[in-house]
């Protein structure tokens, strides 16, 4: 299989794993999932909260950010990257399609980074929500073969929005399955190599992208592997709700585990696997795009549904944007072209979002914000 092939699967993958779960991401609980959409659950695409059937979420919307900035950086600096990441995601949250319930914390580090604080300290330093981990995807392909540069560009952009260690070794810990498959690898080794990733986020990496000094010593990434152990341990096990075994995913460290999970479990087969995170009770939508990003890039857009693939939202500008990050990573400097500023980034609609306080939801820290809020 063709590398283009394997990015073209993961971006579709996840999005498709985020819209069927878009539906059921606030249904707590497998019964009242398959009494609203039948005794299978979400089996297809299901219209929600006045979008039409096939709609991504904020997941899907910040992803698409961050492969942008990855693009129009091509191989520059870390701060020239993160910079342009950090007017990305402005420009996202201040698009008129930011409508679809995005996370707290997402939303405040937007904010602060457009009042001028700098990428180290836009993120909101007790936060570990799931925001870094569900748009890491990108940075797995991108990196796919250098280690050192996929560690430390996935633990520096959770620090936009996310300061916690255990946001941070999310991120690290949702690009490395990615970067493990795009490399031709199967299914087997990818838990050690996701460890071995989070390992190499050292405290002194952590300490470099401003955490808290006293959550760094407290917790560094223990959380995050305590997650993987959990994971290898309950591959054994069968259940309806991955969230009954491993937590409900509003926070990193949970959502990367029952992605990991439901990828394991399907044994390759991608259907299975964004399915199982969308029929979950908790983060929904997070765990199918984790799982989708996975499964996606070990099967390759041939081993996607067509029908999905058909009918996601922007299937062909998510297809192009996939082919044009597969580009950035093999040329010294790509275009990218207006078609694919989905948000207005190149515009230069960087002014501060709005004012509004979000409402914490059932993950705290990223708790979900339903409406319209710019």
């Not at 392909?141 to 255990?166: C, G, K, M, W």
């Not at 029952?258 to 995170?277: I, N, P, T």
């Not at 010294?332 to 500023?341: F, G, H, Q, R, T």
Request: glycine residues 12%.
């Amino acid at each position: 299989m063709e590398l283009v092939d394997r990015f073209r699967g993961s971006i579709l993958g996840l999005a498709i794993g985020d819209a069927l779960g878009h539906p059921t991401e606030f249904i707590s609980s497998v019964r009242g999932i398959q009494s609203r959409y039948g005794p299978n659950g979400v089996t297809e695409f299901f219209g929600s909260g006045g979008h039409p059937p096939g709609t991504f979420t904020d997941d899907t919307q910040m992803t698409i950010s961050v492969a942008r900035a990855l693009i129009r950086a091509g191989h520059k600096d870390l701060d020239s990257l993160m910079t342009l990441l950090g007017d990305e995601f402005v420009a996202w949250a201040n698009s008129d399609l930011n409508n679809r319930a995005p996370g707290g914390t997402c939303l405040s580090g937007c904010r602060n980074f457009a009042r001028g604080a700098s990428w180290r300290d836009a993120g909101i330093k007790s936060s570990k929500g799931c925001g870094a981990a569900m748009r890491a995807a990108p940075i797995g392909l991108y990196f796919a073969t250098n280690d050192e540069a996929l560690v430390r560009i996935a633990a520096a952009q959770s620090v936009l929005t996310h300061s916690h260690p255990t946001g941070i070794a999310s991120s690290v810990a949702a690009a490395a399955p990615v970067a493990w498959v795009a490399r031709g690898n199967g299914l087997e080794g990818m838990l050690a190599f996701t460890k071995q990733c989070v390992s190499a986020l050292t405290n002194d990496i952590l300490l470099d992208l401003g955490c808290d000094p006293s959550l760094v010593e407290s917790i560094g990434t223990r959380e995050m592997m305590r997650a993987l152990e959990r994971t290898e341990q309950a591959l054994d096990k069968e259940t309806d709700d991955v969230c009954q075994l491993l937590g409900g995913a509003w926070i990193g460290e949970e959502a990367v585990a029952c992605a990991l999970w439901c990828a394991l479990k399907a044994e390759g087969d991608f259907e299975r696997a964004v399915l199982r995170g969308a029929n979950s009770s908790g983060d929904s939508d997070s765990i199918a795009c984790i799982a989708g990003s996975i499964v996606g890039t070990l099967v390759g857009v041939q081993g996607l549904p067509e029908r999905w693939v058909k009918d996601v939202e922007e299937s062909k500008r998510l297809d192009e944007l996939a082919q044009t990050l597969h580009s950035a990573m093999t040329s010294a400097d790509v275009e990218v072209i207006p078609e694919l500023d989905f948000f207005g980034a190149e515009e230069g609609i960087t002014d501060e979002p709005g004012e509004e306080e979000p409402d914490e939801g059932p993950g705290g820290d990223e708790g979900p914000i339903q409406g319209e809020l710019f």
